[in-house]
C-alpha cells in the first residue's frame, strides 16, 4: 500500500520532468534557427528595420502620413530583398590545386567544379574563397540538375608562408545586400610557399665521410671502434668474448669499444626580430639554411633543424622545406642566437656539425658565445645574413667558421671558402 502510494505521489513529478527536457529540447532548436536567421541579416538590414519601426512608431503618435509611409515603403523593400534567400544552395564543390607547394613568386593554379546533383535547379548564387587574408569572389549562374560550373583561379606568391586555401562558402543574398545566407562547402586546404632554395654540389657539408662515424672519448662495452681488452664481468655479452686472449691467458677477456657518433647535421636557425636588420635579412637567412639543409640531406646524414621555440620536421627534403615556410619571427624575449645554441647543445649533445644561421645584427660576442655553448667536439659553422654585402666574408671566431653572405647565389661560394 505504501508503495502504491509513492507511485502516485511521483507521477506527477516525472511528468513534470518530461516536460521540462521536452521544452528544453524544443527551445534549443528555436535558438538554432534565430542564431541562423539573425547571421543572415547584414548590419544595413538592422539599421533599416530599426528605421522602419521608428517611423512607424513616429507616424502614428504624431499624426504624420509622410513617416507612415516611409515605414511602410522599408518595410516593402526590407521584405522583398529576404524573398532572395529562398532557394536551394546544395552544390557539390571541389576545390583542386594543381599544386599544393610552389616556391615564392610562383602562381598556384586550381580549379573549383560546382556541380548540380539534385533534381531541381539551382538559382544564381555567389562563391567566396577565403585565401589567407583575403578572399575571391566567383559568380555562378542558375545550374540545371546535372549541370556543372568550373572557375579557374590563380594565386599569386610573393611572400613564403603556408596560405589556408577556402572552406569554399555558397552565398545566397540580395542586390541591396541587406541579407546574405552563406553555406560552406569542401574542407579548406593548405598551400605551402616554400623559400627559394639554391642547389649545389661539391665537396660533402658534413666533413665526415666514413661510415663508422668519429670516435668519441665515452667507453662503451657494445659499439663499432676496438678499443681494448677486460677481464669478463657479470652481465657482459658473451658474442665479444676474446677467445685468442682468453686462451692464453687462462681469464676470460671481453673486448671493450669506443663509442661513435654517426654524421649528425644539426641547423640553428635565429628567428629573433633582433637578429636581422631587415625583412630581407630575415629572408635570406630561411632560404640559406634551406638550401644547406637540402644539400645535407642529398649527403644522407640525418638533419636536425631547430628554432627559438620548438624543433622543425626535416626528415625529408619536403618536410624540411614546409617546415621552413611557416617560420616567422620571434620577439627578441624568446631569445637570439646564443640562447638557441645553448638550447641545441641541451638537445642534441651527439650533433657532429652545426651551422647557426643568424642575422647582421647578431655582434661578434655574441657568435662567439653562441659557438663556446655548441656540443663539444662538433664542428661549427655560422652563417650571416646581410643582403648590404656585395661578396661572401670569411672569418674565424674561436674555433668556428663564420661566413657572411649577401644574396642566396653566394651560399656556394661561400661554403667552398670554408671547404677549402
Known amino acids: 500500500m505504501t508503495a502504491e502510494v509513492h507511485q502516485i505521489a511521483n507521477a506527477p513529478i516525472d511528468r513534470d520532468a518530461g516536460w521540462r527536457d521536452i521544452a528544453a529540447v524544443i527551445g534549443a532548436r528555436i535558438l538554432v534557427r534565430l542564431r541562423l536567421i539573425a547571421a543572415a541579416i547584414r548590419p544595413l538590414a538592422w539599421v533599416l528595420m530599426g528605421l522602419a519601426v521608428v517611423f512607424w512608431i513616429v507616424g502614428q503618435v504624431a499624426g504624420w502620413a509622410e513617416f507612415t509611409v516611409a515605414a511602410v515603403v522599408i518595410a516593402i523593400t526590407v521584405a522583398l530583398c529576404a524573398l532572395f534567400l529562398i532557394g536551394r544552395t546544395a552544390y557539390d564543390v571541389s576545390l583542386d590545386l594543381a599544386r599544393t607547394r610552389v616556391v615564392v613568386g610562383e602562381r598556384a593554379v586550381g580549379a573549383l567544379t560546382l556541380a548540380n546533383h539534385g533534381t531541381r535547379a539551382i538559382l544564381p548564387s555567389r562563391i567566396v574563397l ?3 587574408a583575403g578572399r575571391g569572389e566567383f559568380g555562378i549562374q542558375r545550374l540545371a540538375p546535372g549541370e556543372e560550373a568550373e572557375e579557374l583561379f590563380a594565386i599569386p606568391t610573393q611572400k613564403r608562408g603556408v596560405v589556408k586555401v577556402g572552406p569554399v562558402s555558397v552565398v545566397r543574398g540580395d542586390p ?3 541579407f546574405e545566407r552563406a553555406h560552406r562547402r569542401d574542407d579548406p586546404v593548405d598551400l605551402f610557399v616554400h623559400p627559394k632554395t639554391v642547389l649545389f654540389d661539391g665537396q660533402s657539408l658534413g666533413y665526415l665521410r666514413d661510415l663508422e662515424g668519429l670516435p668519441a672519448a665515452d667507453l662503451s ?17 658473451l658474442r665479444h668474448v676474446h ?3 682468453t686462451a692464453r691467458t687462462g681469464t676470460m677477456m671481453m673486448r671493450q669499444y669506443e663509442e661513435t657518433r654517426r654524421s649528425h647535421f644539426v641547423i640553428g636557425l635565429s628567428r629573433s626580430s633582433g637578429d636581422y636588420a631587415s625583412d630581407e635579412d630575415f629572408e635570406l637567412a630561411i632560404s640559406a639554411a634551406g638550401s644547406i639543409g637540402l644539400r645535407a640531406i642529398r649527403d644522407s646524414q640525418r638533419v636536425d633543424v631547430r628554432v627559438q621555440g620548438r624543433e622543425l620536421p626535416a626528415g625529408t627534403g619536403k618536410r624540411l622545406l614546409d617546415s621552413l615556410s611557416g617560420v ?3 620577439k627578441p624575449r624568446d631569445g637570439g642566437i646564443d640562447h638557441l645554441a645553448g638550447v641545441l647543445a641541451r638537445t642534441m649533445p651527439l650533433a657532429s656539425v652545426v651551422v ?5 645584427k647578431v655582434s661578434t660576442d ?3 658565445l653562441a659557438c663556446s655553448r655548441l656540443p663539444f667536439g662538433a664542428k661549427a659553422l655560422a652563417v650571416v645574413a646581410d643582403t648590404t654585402v656585395a661578396s661572401p666574408a670569411l672569418r674565424r671566431i ?3 667558421d663564420v661566413v657572411t653572405i649577401g644574396a642566396l647565389d653566394q651560399v656556394p661560394l661561400a661554403l667552398q671558402k670554408v671547404l677549402a
Open 130 to 132: 577565403p585565401v589567407g
Open 221 to 237: 662495452r657494445d659499439d663499432v671502434s676496438f678499443h681494448a681488452l677486460l677481464e669478463y664481468q657479470p652481465g657482459d655479452d
Open 366 to 368: 655574441d657568435l662567439r
Open 176 to 178: 541591396l545586400g541587406l
Open 243 to 245: 677467445w685468442r686472449s
Open 356 to 360: 647557426l644561421v643568424c642575422g647582421s
Open 328 to 330: 616567422e619571427q620571434s
Open 398 to 400: 674561436g674555433d668556428a
